[in-house]
C-alpha cells in the first residue's frame, strides 16, 4: 500500500518534482495546498495530484509532509499544520536555512524531520540531493528519501551544518554553470559561430567534463591537465582566465550564496 504525500506549496520546484519522479511515486496518493488555489489546480491538471481545500486537511492526511515554500513563509504555514500533523509523519522541509530545531519548536511534540535540498537537474535526471534526517527519523524513510532522489540523479547524506554549502553549491551551481556555459557560448560566437551551434556544444562539452569527474575518480586538475598540452591552445585559454581570478570569482560565488543561505535562517 502506497503513502499519502503532501505538498505545502506548489511552486516550481514541486511541479519540477512531480514531473521527474511521477513513475517513482505512481503507487502513492499525493496531494498540494497553495495559498493561491490556481497554482495548485494548475498542478492537478498536470499530474495525478488532488487539490486540498487547507493545511489542516493536508497534515491530517499525510504519511509525508513536504514543506515547499520560500523560508519567510515556513513559520506561517507551520503554524497552520502543527496542531495535525500525524504522530507518525514525515515532515520533510526544502526550505533554505530552516534549520530542523526551528522546526521542531513548532510542536508540543515534534514528528520526525528531515531537510533537503534537490536541484533543478533533477527535472532530466541528473539531480543532487541532500538529505539531512533528525535523529527521531526512521531509518527505513532515510533509506526511501534516498532512494526516490536516486531515480532522479544522485542523493547523499549531508550534515546539517553543511546545508548552507550545500544551497550555494548544488541548490545554486545549476545558475553558475548556466552563466559560464553561456560564457563559453558567447566566446564561440566572437568567433563565428552560430548561436545555437555554439550553445548546444559549450552544453555538451560541460556536461561531458562533469561526467569524466564523476565515473573516472581522477582530480580535476589531473583531467586539466591531460587536456592541456605544452604551449597549446589550452594553457593559453587557461592563462587568460588564471590572470582575472578566475578560480577565486567562482570560490567568491559559493561563498556568497552560503553567506546569504546563512542569513535567511537568522
Known amino acids: ?28 496518493e499525493l496531494w498540494v495546498w ?24 493536508l497534515a491530517e492526511r499525510s504519511d509525508w509532509l513536504f ?3 520560500k523560508p519567510h513563509a515556513v513559520a506561517k504555514v507551520l503554524s497552520e499544520a502543527c496542531l495535525h500533523v500525524k504522530e507518525d509523519a514525515l515532515v520533510v522541509s526544502m526550505a533554505a536555512g530552516v534549520t530542523i530545531d526551528s522546526i521542531k519548536a513548532h510542536f508540543a511534540a515534534p514528528p520526525a524531520i528531515v531537510r533537503i535540498m534537490p536541484n533543478l537537474p533533477l527535472s532530466v535526471g541528473h539531480g543532487m540531493t541532500a538529505i539531512c534526517p533528525d535523529p527521531a527519523v526512521r531509518p527505513d524513510d532515510v533509506e ?30 545549476p545558475a553558475f554553470a548556466f552563466l559560464f556555459i553561456e560564457s563559453m557560448a558567447d566566446g564561440a560566437v566572437l568567433n563565428g559561430m552560430d548561436r545555437t551551434q555554439a550553445y548546444e556544444f559549450a552544453a555538451q562539452t560541460v556536461m561531458g567534463a562533469a561526467k569524466i569527474i564523476l565515473e573516472s575518480a581522477k582530480h580535476p586538475g589531473e583531467l586539466k591537465d591531460i ?33 546569504r543561505s546563512r542569513e535567511l535562517n537568522g
Open 34 to 57: 497553495n495559498r493561491t488555489a490556481s497554482r495548485s489546480e494548475a498542478l492537478a491538471s498536470r499530474y495525478p495530484v488532488r487539490v486540498a481545500p487547507s493545511i489542516r486537511e
Open 144 to 173: 526511501s528519501l534516498l532512494t526516490l532522489f536516486s531515480t532522479v540523479g544522485r542523493a547523499r547524506l549531508v550534515e546539517e551544518r553543511l546545508f548552507d554549502t550545500v544551497t550555494a553549491l548544488s541548490g545554486s551551481g
Open 67 to 69: 514543506i515547499a515554500v
Open 1 to 28: 500500500m502506497g503513502r499519502t504525500i503532501g505538498f505545502i506549496g506548489a511552486g516550481k520546484i514541486v511541479d519540477i518534482m512531480l514531473g521527474a519522479l511521477g513513475p517513482a511515486l505512481s503507487g502513492d
Open 227 to 259: 587536456v592541456a598540452s605544452p604551449a597549446g591552445t589550452t594553457m593559453a585559454g587557461i592563462h587568460s582566465l588564471e590572470r582575472k581570478a578566475f578560480r577565486a570569482i567562482v570560490m567568491d560565488a559559493v561563498d556568497a550564496a552560503a553567506r
